[in-house]
């Protein structure tokens, strides 16, 4: 461990009346690898932004070398030797590589001479021991390299400081490794490396020191020496138990009504995603999925729904095989969808209130009759819609854009439950909500659940899962580590899983017993 | 076919390129900022009349191209402020531009429709290098705007490929964000950009009205700065590509203007129509699915940059 280069004391911002980070204080030395860790939400970005210039922290000091400094523009990062590698790659595809870096560091000289130019990036990326071949175009390069041609950017342009944010999200395995061993390499030579990350297996292989936020506050901080993934764990999601229950009343009877066996499928990279899946579910059952999000989730539910294709296995509801039918066909079969970005897969957000009630039935006979729309159906179930599910909204003809998120939500389940489906695919349903919309659209899947409607429960709150949910699967990186009754589990063995454990343990629940 | 005829069909070609690759040349530099400009025709309209007023008024041709530059940035000016300030669809205000400016061209050029200014650019001879048979006379025997091309070409293609502006330029219109993010004024290199080849457009129609007819009259670029800003795409945005597009265009639009005279049976209007067709063809090929579009069209073209939506 090297000298303190930075230190972050009692730093406080809040977004009205949202306290993202509080009393937040972090110390950073020359030559480690220091991992932010913290699910989604817990203030990891937020102090990342605080301290490169873009927020400016309601209070608190950074001491840089010492010396007190004021971070009031990512200018005055830059000047400090702080340089941040985002998720989405500050690159011009069509450049190459000298030319992207010369963009960012080098201001001067009317002419381009790009043999100079390669030359000097070429000697600096090796003084770092960085291999990047900069007469290279930057799109034909891999994500994994242009990630690396972000950092040469940043170290030629004397950043002592390197934060990456969630660097290893976009990478496969192998080319993750690459990079933590690049990172190594850096904090060797003297720097000091701060990467967020949600992976908490990912940080006990990597850093040297590991700082924990929980709700903006900081939880815990650790040498790596003294990490468990049990101290991890509990740290980041915390110590509360939650085995208070909402499910009150429980229809569930032991018929199958949807299953999955053995489903791989890829993602939009068209790399393996989701790796041999198989669970069932009962009718009138909720079957949480936890997970940290990207992990798979997307993927399955646009399998289930029908718009991944498999590139294995079986999917069966109600006895019908639906492995290759189209996403038409699975409506009709009873599968409903909440996806989770709900503007763009759920609702049309230009469209208005009733238009985007018939979206997935326009053309059943309730709706349309000789190809044309019943405008007075439509707005009569509108008006039924509105009053049934509390929806406020400024008038039937206005586009849904302009609804609050909770509910346009409302809107779209009340959509989605209309159609008396047998499987409600609900992707982190409450997501962005406030309390209010929240409950109620929670409420909405208990009572479907009580009529007999089984729902698949995504999220990544686990006091949300551990309330409402029958039985637990918990995927990690594309797999899914096991099935808990929820009964009989707590939420420190989720968190474990979650954290990438397997368990086959004797309480495996294959199927609500 | 003899000489005059092959001579005369060249330097048509020669003098119908130029018109239109004033505004190409422009609207190249402006795409490459990310900023399509549907407008080029109206622009167009605007520096032909506006030169063509000041000749007849005032008999003094500098005078007249110094107001074809004002006129080209105040319209630029406006175009980039409506779509670079305020955001709006490039492709509404491009068209809201064309209507704008050839609605007004009209309207000012009343005074001056059918009045002959007895002022142009008139040929000047290169001494010796007009010699040169064939070439001599089609290239050298030109109009000062033509040889000023000559130097445009190349200058700007060197800019683009080989200066730090020009690959400053060449990211613009690629990533926004990432420019801004390295400390540059990405909205006042894109006003700059829009103006510029706003500017060019209106120097292209000053070109119609005072060096290639000689007259004004309503809508008299007649589809001009349409092929521009077809050449614009047909030629991947590369000027160099433009001046072989230009000068394929104005081949075929000579011959069509000659070859009526061997076949008088045959409407003239089929072979006016002759240019217009080979655009149609030419877009379809260079802008279908044909080739890797990645190496031409820029990224972020006619996608307005926010700061705030990173």
């Not at chain 1, 509390?390 to 909770?406: A, N, W």
């Amino acid at each position: 461990m090297g000298e303190l280069i930075l230190e972050m004391k009692n730093i406080t911002k809040t977004f009205g009346s949202v306290i993202a980070n509080q009393d937040v204080c972090l110390k950073v030395y020359a030559k480690e690898i220091h991992a932010l860790l913290g699910e989604n939400g817990a203030g990891k970005s937020t102090l990342m932004n605080v301290l490169t210039g873009i927020y400016r922290p309601d209070s608190g000091q950074i001491f840089c070398h010492g010396k007190e400094v004021s971070v009031n523009s990512p200018k005055d990062a830059v000047d400090l030797g702080i340089g941040m590698v985002h998720q989405h790659f500050r690159l011009i595809p069509t450049l190459t590589v000298a030319e992207n870096i010369s963009l960012y560091t080098e201001k001067k000289g009317f002419l381009l001479n790009p043999a100079k130019m390669q030359k000097r990036i070429a000697e600096c990326s090796r003084s770092f021991n960085l291999e990047v071949d900069p007469a290279a175009v930057v799109w034909q390069l891999s994500v994994g390299e242009q990630q690396r041609v972000e950092i040469v950017k940043l170290l030629y342009h004397g950043a002592e400081i390197l934060i990456l944010d969630e660097p290893s999200a976009v990478l496969t395995p192998q080319e993750a490794q690459d990079m933590f061993n690049v990172l190594r390499k850096m904090a060797d030579s003297g720097k000091a490396v701060i990467v967020i990350s949600h992976k908490m297996n990912e940080v006990l292989n990597n850093a040297d020191r590991i700082t924990v936020l929980k709700d903006g506050r900081m939880e815990d901080t650790m040498v790596r020496k003294d990490a468990t993934l049990d101290r991890l764990t509990r740290a980041v999601v915390g110590k509360q138990d939650y085995k208070e229950h909402f499910r009150t009343q429980k229809n569930i009877s032991p018929d199958v009504v949807f299953s999955m066996e053995h489903v791989c499928a890829k993602n939009d990279r068209n790399l393996d995603e989701l790796k041999d899946i198989s669970f069932d579910i009962r009718r009138g059952e909720i079957f949480g999925i936890a997970g940290v999000a990207g992990n798979g989730q997307r993927e399955l539910s646009e399998v289930i729904a029908g718009l991944r294709p498999v590139t294995s296995g079986k999917i069966m509801a109600d006895g019908a095989d639906l492995t290759c039918a189209s996403a038409r066909e699975r409506r009709e079969k009873g599968i409903a969808l909440i996806p989770e970005d709900r503007l763009e897969t759920g609702l049309v957000p230009d469209l208005n209130f009733s238009e985007n009630i018939i979206l997935t039935r326009y053309s059943s006979s309730r709706y349309s009759r000789k190809g044309f729309l019943r405008f007075d159906r439509m707005r009569r179930d509108a008006e039924d819609y509105t009053k049934e599910y509390e929806i406020r909204h400024g008038g039937f003809d206005l586009p849904v854009g302009l609804m609050s998120g909770g509910n346009q939500q409302k809107l779209l389940l009340a959509r989605e439950v209309s159609g008396n489906p047998k499987l409600i695919v609900a992707a982190y349903p409450v997501r962005g909500l406030d309390i209010g919309a929240a409950d109620m659209i929670r409420q909405i899947l208990l009572q479907q659940s009580e009529k007999g409607t089984s729902v698949l429960f995504i999220s990544e709150e686990l006091d949300e899962i551990f309330h409402m949910c029958d039985r637990i699967g918990v995927l990690c990186d594309g797999e899914l580590m096991g099935i808990r009754n929820t009964s009989e589990t707590d939420v420190f063995e989720i968190g474990q899983m979650m954290a990438g454990e397997r368990k086959n343990s004797e309480k495996e629940a294959s199927s609500y017993a | 076919m003899s000489s005059t005829l092959l001579i005369s069909i060249l330097s048509m070609a020669v003098l119908y390129a130029v018109s239109v690759l004033y505004g190409a040349v422009g609207e190249i530099f402006a795409e490459k900022a990310g900023v399509m400009n549907l407008g080029l025709e109206g622009i167009m309209l605007m520096g032909a009349v506006s030169g063509y007023l000041v000749a007849v008024n005032q008999k003094n041709l500098g005078l007249a191209m110094l107001t074809v530059v004002l006129v080209g940035a105040v319209l630029g000016l406006i175009f980039a402020f409506l779509t670079i300030t305020l955001q709006a669809d490039q492709t509404v205000a491009g068209m809201a531009m064309l209507t704008f400016s050839t609605g007004m061209s009209g309207f000012i050029g009343k005074s001056v429709s059918g009045v002959n200014a007895n002022l142009a650019f008139e040929a000047i001879s290169i001494p010796g290098l007009c010699r040169i048979p064939i070439l001599g006379p089609v290239l050298f025997q030109q109009n000062i705007l033509v040889y000023l091309m000559y130097f445009i070409i190349p200058l700007s293609v060197f800019y683009i490929n080989h200066t730090r502006p020009g690959m400053i330029l060449r990211a613009l219109g690629e990533n926004p964000a990432a420019l801004d993010s390295a400390g540059y004024n990405v909205f006042a290199l894109r006003y700059a950009y829009v103006v510029f080849g706003s500017v060019m457009t209106a120097v292209g129609g000053a070109f119609v009205s005072l060096a290639y007819t000689n007259f004004w009259s309503d809508g008299m670029t007649s589809g001009k700065g349409w092929i521009a800003f077809a050449l614009v795409v047909f030629s991947s945005w590369n000027p160099l590509t433009a001046v072989f597009g230009g000068l394929l265009f104005g081949a075929i639009s000579a011959i069509g203007v000659d070859i009526q005279t061997l076949f008088p049976a045959i409407p003239s209007q089929i072979f006016a129509t002759l240019p217009y067709i080979a655009t149609i063809i030419a877009l379809v090929f260079t802008t279908g699915n044909f080739r890797n579009r990645r190496s031409a069209a820029p990224a972020a073209l006619t996608i307005p940059y926010d700061r705030e939506k990173r």
